[in-house]
């Protein structure tokens, strides 16, 4: 079941369903972990048959930002991230980002996401530090 973000207007370009020119991603939680999977065509490619790899950054940044703010109720945004590329994430064929909240401070999140191709094949991995915007009370 796909959840709900909590906010109804925005233009994110990878969540929103309503920005035409986004990726308009879904997520599924299964236990601790927030996943979506994507399945990109030719306009986000780098070399031919390849999807760009600032893309597959964003997907991954989207998934583990939201897992952050499906947990507060409120934006987190991201401090760092770093990529890992182990294989190819091609144009055209399904895969999933997987992500889990790895360690927490009083002012920081970090979080760990996986790549994987529709053979359970890891493809690329990232780790994020993010600052949770919580709201004051």
Same mark, same amino acid.
């Given at each position: 079941m796909t959840i709900a973000l909590p906010w109804r207007d925005h233009a994110c370009f990878?969540?929103?369903?309503?920005?035409?020119?986004? $990726? !308009?991603l879904t997520f599924e939680r299964t236990g601790d972990a927030l996943w979506t999977d994507f399945d990109l065509g030719h306009h986000y490619e780098s070399y031919? !048959? @390849?999807?760009?790899? !600032? /893309?597959?950054? $964003? /997907?991954?940044?989207?998934t583990m930002g939201n897992l952050i703010v499906l947990r507060d109720g409120s934006p987190a945004v991201t401090t760092s991230l770093r990529m890992r590329y182990v294989g190819t994430v091609h144009v055209g064929l399904p895969h =999933? @980002?997987?992500? =889990? $909240?790895?360690t927490e401070s009083a002012e920081l999140v970090k979080a760990a996401a996986e790549v994987t191709d529709a053979h359970g094949d890891l493809v690329a991995g990232a780790t994020a530090t993010y600052h949770p915007l919580r709201s004051e009370s």
């Open positions: 990878g969540c929103a369903p309503g920005n035409p020119h986004g $990726l !308009g031919p !048959g @390849v999807v760009h790899g !600032g /893309i597959v950054a $964003l /997907i991954c940044d989207e =999933r @980002v997987t992500a =889990r $909240l790895v």
